[in-house]
Nanobody
């Protein structure tokens, strides 16, 4: 298990950009596939993106493909989510999550979660 702390959320106008960061504790960060999920008010949590342990593979939800980019820096134990061309429907709490030794977009496979960071996009 790793401990995860997200940052970078905030209020932005539609069409703007934000970059989320997630810092992991521990020395085994590079063994984890890292993912971002989000939960909008009144909705279930949904997958946004994942990146494999070495950054060689990424996968995005159709709703964010072409607008969001996930990346990681294993030397800094950090994963990022660059969000461009933001829309009001991107408003949600964004969660960072870690899955050990498996590339997956299924929520149940992620064993460690951060506390979430709020992203609000105004129209």
């Amino acid at each position: 298990q790793v401990q995860l702390v997200e940052s970078g959320g905030g209020l932005v106008q539609a069409g703007g950009s934000l970059r989320l960061s997630c810092v992991a504790s521990g020395r085994t960060f590079s063994r984890y596939t890292m993912g971002w999920f989000r939960q909008a008010p009144g909705k279930e949590r949904e997958f946004v993106a994942f990146i494999s342990w070495n950054g060689g593979s990424t996968y995005y939800a159709d709703s964010v493909k072409g607008r969001f980019t996930i990346s990681r820096d294993n030397a800094k134990n950090t994963v990022y989510l660059q969000m461009n061309s933001l829309k009001p429907e991107d408003t949600a709490v964004y969660y960072c999550a870690a899955a050990l030794l498996t590339d997956t977009h299924f929520e149940a496979d992620f064993g460690s979660w951060g506390q979430g960071t709020q992203v609000t996009v105004s129209s």
